[in-house]
């Protein structure tokens, strides 16, 4: 097995301890007890870093909201089922828009179209919906899912999402209920 580094902030006070505890983990495994510098570079750890940020400050939805986009009455809102499952499936994973279009039915233009029509329509049928925090988006209608710009991590520059533990509990919770009530 190969280790993958990543980048995860612990209190100060608590370093050395941790340090001491994954060493023996990774003696146990027969794995280096530490990252070289060729396996950590930079821009991986502050990709990592905005990663664990933008999905530890998400605002999981309300059910009553969640119900609502799984009805999928719109065009829009169907294509955003369609991605909020695929997404559920690996919570804690971005999903380009690529990624995306191999992994659905949807092509690239209309998983782009879902994304610039879904603000309004957010804006419009979804008050309970959480708001975004401070930065561009103050106030808007938090999407349904986490997203991020490739650019930002230092890859496709294109449109990234994927989904919290919490939403997608939520996510597949309405999904049965609804299944449920078809069947």
């Not at 990543?6 to 983990?25: G, N």
């Not at 995306?100 to 419009?124: D, N, V, Y």
């Not at 986490?146 to 919290?164: A, P, W």
Request: aromatic share 6%; charged share 25%.
């Amino acid at each position: 097995m190969v280790t993958k580094w990543v980048l995860l902030p612990v209190p100060a006070q608590d370093a050395d301890s941790i340090e001491l505890d994954i060493a023996e983990r990774q003696r146990k495994r027969g794995e280096p007890t530490s990252p070289s510098a060729g396996e950590l570079s930079d821009d991986e750890l502050a990709s990592e870093m905005l990663r664990r940020t933008t999905f530890g400050a998400f605002i999981p939805w309300p059910e009553s909201a969640l119900e609502r986009l799984a009805a999928a009455t719109t065009e829009t809102t169907r294509r955003w089922s369609i991605v909020m499952t695929l997404c559920a499936e690996s919570p804690g994973t971005l999903f380009s828009t690529t990624d995306i279009s191999e992994r659905t039915e949807l092509t690239i233009g209309e998983w782009r179209t879902a994304c610039r029509h879904i603000t309004p329509h957010l804006r419009k049928h979804y008050k309970d919906a959480p708001l975004w925090g401070p930065g561009l988006y103050e106030g808007s209608t938090e999407w349904p899912l986490v997203t991020m710009s490739g650019r930002q991590l230092k890859l496709r520059h294109e449109l990234h999402v994927g989904i919290t533990e919490e939403q997608a509990k939520r996510w597949r919770a309405v999904l049965n209920r609804t299944t449920q009530n078809v069947a």
